[in-house]
C-alpha cells in the first residue's frame, strides 16, 4: 500500500542550515536527518509541532503561512482571534482595540474563539462523564501537533481521544453558516481566516487530521499579524464583538480545558517533551484512575507557541490578568458564568463533524511483507553491530534509526563515526602489514667516472 502525502506549514531554508545536529535530537517523532551537510525532513513522520525550529541556532526552519492580500479574493472575511491573541498585549489594551484593530487590517467581521472553547468544555465534561468501560484516562483532542503525535507514536492511544472538534474549527463551522444565511452569498465567497499561534494548527487547515471538512480558508503569522495590529489598534473603538467569559479565555494557556470544563481528577501536560514522556506512562496503562489529561505541545499552552510574538512568561501574565478582570464582573459559580456566555443557537456538534482519526505508521520498511521481513531482518543485524550509543553525530537520532536508513539505503555504515574509525584503523593496519612485506629499497649508489676520482 503507498503511503500518504503528507502537507507541512514547517519548512527548511536548506540554504542556513549549517549541517549541526540540533534539529536531529530535537524532534520528538525522529522526522530529521543531516545528510551530505543538509538537514532532512521525513514527511510522513513531521507532525509540525516545532521542535526543530525552537533548536535550530541558524534559524533554518520557517513557517508557511499566508499574507493578508489573500483577503482580496474574497467578498467577506471574517477572523477568529484566539485568546493566544489576546494575551500578546496587556490588560491596558482592551479586547475592543485589538478588534478594531483587525477590522482596520481589513477583515469584515470578527468572531472570538473564545466563545467556542466554552461550548467544547462542555462536549468535553458530557463525554468525561458518560465514559464507561474503556481505558483512562481520556486524552485532550484539540492540539494538532498532539493528535499527530499519538498517530505517528501512540497509535494504541487513539481510542482515548476525546471526539471534539478544536474549538476554531466549531467556531468556522458556526460563523461561516451563519453569514451565508445572512448575506444571502455563496460559501466560497466567504473567507474565513484563523491567526495561528503554532505551525501545527495551520497544518491541520491544509490537511485535517479530524475535521470532515474544514470551513476554515486559511491562517496568518501571529507574529506577523501583531506586528501589523500594534500599528493600527484602534483607539475609542465601538466595534462590538460577542466573547465568551473568562472560562473561554483561559484556553489560551495550560489548563484552560480543564478549568473551563470543571473537571477536578485531571492534569495538564505542556511541553512535546513533557507530553512525551507522559503519554509512554499512559501507553504502560500507569495512570488507570486519571479521568483526563490536558495536552499542549507548547510550552504554557498556545500562547508558547512558535509563531508568538510576546515572550510565553509576559504572556502568560498578560492572559492571568484579563481572566481575573473578567471575574471581577462574572458569577461566582462555574455554571452560571457559562451558562450566560453560551447563548448562540445551533452551534455545531463535533459529532457531526468530526472524522475518525487513524494511525499515521511511522515506519514501513517495505510495501511487500517478505521484503519488509528480510529488511526488517538485516536492520537488526545492523543494528547489533552499532555501538548503541545514540550520540547522532550520523545525522541520525539513534542507532535504531540509522540502521533503518541503511537498509533502505539512505545511509551506510561508516556513516557511524564508530565504525569509520574502525574502518579506517583496520586499513591502516592492513597498510602497515603490507610494507612490512615488501622489501626495502635500497637506492644503487652513482657510477664514479675517471675524472670524478680525480
Request: with cysteine.
Amino acid at each position: 500500500m503507498a503511503q500518504s502525502v503528507y502537507v507541512h506549514s514547517l519548512q527548511l531554508q536548506k540554504e542556513k542550515c549549517q549541517g549541526c545536529i540540533c534539529c536531529v535530537k530535537a524532534c520528538p517523532t525522529e522526522a530529521v536527518r543531516v545528510r551530505n551537510g543538509k538537514a532532512e525532513i521525513i514527511a510522513d513522520r513531521c507532525i509540525d509541532c516545532g521542535a526543530c525550529a525552537v533548536a535550530c541556532p541558524y534559524h533554518a526552519f520557517t513557517v508557511d503561512s499566508m499574507e493578508l492580500e489573500e483577503l482580496k479574493g474574497y467578498a467577506y472575511n471574517i477572523v477568529l482571534p484566539a485568546p493566544s491573541l489576546y494575551a500578546q498585549f496587556p490588560p491596558s489594551v482592551s479586547l475592543e482595540s485589538i478588534w478594531q484593530g483587525l477590522h482596520n487590517l481589513g477583515f469584515n467581521e470578527i468572531f472570538d474563539v473564545s466563545l467556542a472553547s466554552e461550548y467544547i468544555s462542555k462536549e468535553i465534561a458530557d463525554y468525561v462523564m458518560n465514559y464507561m468501560g474503556g481505558r483512562k484516562p481520556l486524552l485532550s483532542s484539540t492540539c494538532p501537533a498532539i493528535m499527530r503525535l499519538i498517530q505517528v507514536k501512540f497509535p494504541e492511544l487513539i481510542k482515548q481521544l476525546v471526539p471534539v472538534l478544536p474549538p476554531v474549527e466549531a467556531a468556522a463551522i458556526y460563523v461561516k453558516r451563519q453569514t451565508v444565511s445572512k448575506l444571502g452569498i455563496a460559501p466560497e465567497e466567504v473567507g474565513v481566516w484563523f491567526i495561528s499561534p503554532c505551525p501545527s494548527k495551520e497544518t491541520n487547515i491544509k490537511q485535517s487530521a479530524d475535521v470532515e471538512d474544514t470551513q476554515l480558508t486559511g491562517s496568518f503569522n501571529m507574529a506577523d499579524i501583531y506586528g501589523r495590529l500594534l500599528k493600527c489598534l484602534g483607539g475609542n473603538a465601538s466595534l462590538k464583538v460577542q466573547t465568551g467569559s473568562s472560562y473561554g479565555m483561559g484556553w489560551g494557556g495550560s489548563g484552560g480545558e480543564i478549568r473551563a470544563a470543571g473537571l477536578d481528577n485531571a492534569i495538564a501536560v505542556h511541553g512535546i517533551r513533557n507530553v512525551y514522556e507522559f503519554l509512554e506512562q499512559v501507553s504502560m496503562n500507569k495512570m488507570p484512575n486519571l479521568d483526563y489529561a490536558e495536552l499542549s505541545s507548547c510550552p504554557v499552552g498556545c500562547i508558547g507557541g512558535l509563531l508568538a510574538a510576546e515572550n510565553r512568561f509576559v504572556a502568560e501574565s498578560n492572559l492571568r490578568q484579563r481572566m481575573q478582570d473578567m471575574q471581577k464582573v462574572e458569577p461566582l459559580d462555574r455554571v452560571e458564568t457559562l451558562s450566560r456566555s453560551m447563548v448562540l443557537e445551533d452551534f455545531p456538534e463535533s459529532a457531526k463533524y468530526r472524522k475518525k482519526v487513524i494511525p499515521r505508521p511511522m515506519m514501513q520498511l517495505d510495501d511487500d511483507i517478505i521484503a519488509a521481513m528480510e529488511k526488517f531482518e538485516r536492520m537488526e543485524e545492523v543494528l547489533n553491530s552499532l555501538p548503541g550509543l545514540d550520540c547522532g553525530a550520523c545525522g541520525a537520532p539513534s542507532c535504531q534509526c540509522l540502521a533503518e536508513d541503511i537498509v533502505q539505503g539512505k545511509a551506510t555504515e561508516i556513516d557511524c563515526i564508530f565504525k569509520l574509525r574502525g574502518s579506517v584503523h583496520k586499513m591502516a593496519q592492513g597498510m602497515v602489514a603490507l610494507v612490512n612485506q615488501i622489501p626495502l629499497y635500497s637506492e644503487p649508489k652513482p657510477i664514479e667516472d675517471e675524472e670524478d676520482k680525480k
